[in-house]
């Protein structure tokens, strides 16, 4: 059984590697310029985080950068080559349906691939490191032979367990991603608002708002505190381009929480460019 998932996910290099998890890139267009967010691609328009970073500090409006998801054709052509190499089983978790088209192009990628192997589609409802704690507890499930039906339950539960909480630092990016209206970015901007926003139902709202960074950090941490409690807790932290942050947030949740097992990584890209430069992300999994 392979496990399979794209690049709205992050996830431990280590754990990519050890569980063989494939992960379908997530095309990247700077205007005119095309590049494929991946891990470990073999590819000349491979693009990498620090890549990505570096580029956005010299954009303008003519080459925003700016996401589209994997075709049905691209998902067709990845399953067929792991179908060749003797793969016949998968499992396949996406970026939130209510957040990308990625779930529809996997749909119909199966429909075409129909009666050449067994497929089974989840919906993550979610992106980063909320997707990535499901991914890499089915990817151990399934590297233990535990039954399929048992790997979709407990990813199931863990969707629902989940708490994600993160900052946004940057409105531009949210305005040009259609999060935020143009309007709520200049009144936030002019105030010096930074905007605390959660995953619910698989869609981004906002939760609070706050005016120092400072203040947005206590409001993640109270936020995860009052749905877990003092239950022992799996923490990440995704961090678009500021890793000082992203420490100083994990350090905090750290002692503010039951923490037994903790990550900090970089956010993932077509992430990123919807939440901006900046942005912080806190993902809770209680431990169960």
Request: overall charge negative; hydrophobic content about 45%; some cysteine.
């Amino acid at each position: 059984m392979r496990i399979v998932t794209d690049n709205a996910v992050d996830l431990p290099l280590e754990i990519i590697e050890k569980y063989n998890i494939y992960i379908m890139p997530i095309n990247v267009m700077f205007g005119s310029e095309e590049f494929l967010s991946g891990v470990n691609l073999d590819h000349p328009q491979a693009m990498t985080s620090d890549q990505f970073y570096a580029k956005t500090a010299s954009i303008t409006d003519v080459n925003w950068p700016k996401t589209s998801q994997p075709t049905p054709f691209q998902y067709v052509e990845a399953y067929e080559k792991m179908i060749a190499e003797g793969e016949n089983e998968f499992i396949t978790i996406t970026v939130g349906e209510k957040l990308s088209g990625t779930y529809a192009s996997a749909v119909m990628a199966h429909k075409e691939l129909e009666g050449k192997a067994t497929f089974h589609l989840v919906d993550s409802a979610a992106g980063s490191i909320a997707m990535g704690f499901q991914v890499s507890e089915a990817a151990r499930l399934a590297a233990e032979g535990v039954d399929v039906d048992t790997i979709l339950k407990r990813v199931d539960h863990i969707r629902k367990e989940t708490v994600t909480c993160f900052m946004i630092d940057n409105l531009e990016y949210a305005v040009k991603g259609g999060r935020v209206s143009a309007w709520r970015s200049t009144v936030a901007s002019l105030l010096k608002i930074k905007p605390i926003m959660t995953l619910e139902d698989g869609l981004v709202v906002e939760d609070s708002k706050v005016r120092s960074k400072r203040k947005a950090l206590n409001a993640i941490i109270d936020f995860a505190k009052t749905r877990v409690g003092d239950r022992p807790v799996k923490i990440g932290v995704a961090c678009a381009g500021n890793p000082q942050n992203g420490q100083e947030l994990l350090e905090m949740a750290t002692q503010s929480l039951n923490v037994v097992d903790t990550q900090l990584l970089n956010m993932a890209i077509s992430i990123a460019i919807n939440m901006g430069p900046g942005a912080l992300g806190l993902f809770v999994m209680p431990m169960d």
